[in-house]
């Protein structure tokens, strides 16, 4: 049972450059989210997911899209890299209002 | 829209109590509290739900004001592992899908 799985963990970009940070879990849960967090922000909401087939817009959508084909995995993609994706990235699994699971996170740099 | 954290930051020595609040604009369905340590990634404390029923994993305790729209997680006796980032994150009527964070309480338990 190995929880979230978030890869990679570290990973440089250039600017323009596309790339899509992976997220699996095996615990069957229904909902999945992906946060950024920098500095003094807190965790901000990206997208979220309620199950297979079905993504919302959270608090800073722009630039990142997600598809949830199946329960297991949630990928985030960046269109197109700019500076100010550099954060650390956490993808996010809950059972309904229950407590949520966190993967490890994957710290991006965007030059 | 993030809910407001107080205070900001707050030291306290090894055995000294602290308090620290979660407030919100609008209606709350349920606040969730989580610590994150230094390089790691967010934990589960609690989680507050409408009409008092409260899940929790360990020997910390919280209230949910309904009518103030409010949230204080209690820290008694202090202990050095206590020390973190402390989030909130809260769900409103009409969007319980999605968990807003705070931007956070750093708290730093001294010897």
């Known amino acids: 049972n190995a929880g979230v799985t978030q890869t990679p963990k570290f990973q440089v970009l250039k600017t323009g450059q596309s790339m899509t940070l992976q997220c699996a879990q095996d615990?069957?849960?229904?909902?999945m989210s992906w946060y950024r967090q920098d500095p003094g922000m807190g965790l901000r909401l990206i997208h979220y997911s309620v199950g297979a087939g079905i993504t919302d817009q959270g608090e800073v959508p722009n630039g990142y899209n997600v598809s949830r084909s199946t329960t297991e995995d949630f990928p985030l993609r960046l269109l197109s890299a700019a500076p100010s994706q550099t954060s650390v990235y956490f993808c996010a699994t809950r059972p309904d209002s229950y407590e949520q699971y966190f993967g490890p996170g994957t710290r991006l740099t965007v030059t | 829209q993030q809910p407001v954290q107080s205070p900001q930051a707050v030291i306290l020595r090894e055995g000294e109590d602290a308090v620290i609040n979660c407030s919100s604009s609008?209606?709350?369905?349920?606040v969730h509290w989580y610590r994150q340590k230094h390089g790691e990634a967010p934990v589960f404390l609690m989680i507050?739900?409408?009409?008092?029923e409260q899940k929790g994993h360990e020997k910390i305790s919280a209230s949910f004001n309904e009518k103030k729209q409010q949230s204080s997680l209690y820290l008694t006796a202090s202990q050095l592992s206590y020390s973190g980032t402390y989030f909130c994150?809260?769900?409103?009527?009409?969007?319980?899908?999605?968990?807003?964070f705070g931007t956070g309480t750093l708290l730093a338990v001294q010897p």
């Open positions: 609008k209606a709350l369905y349920s």
């Open positions: 994150g809260t769900e409103y009527y009409g969007a319980t899908n999605k968990l807003i």
């Open positions: 615990m069957n849960h229904e909902y």
């Open positions: 507050l739900l409408k009409g008092g």
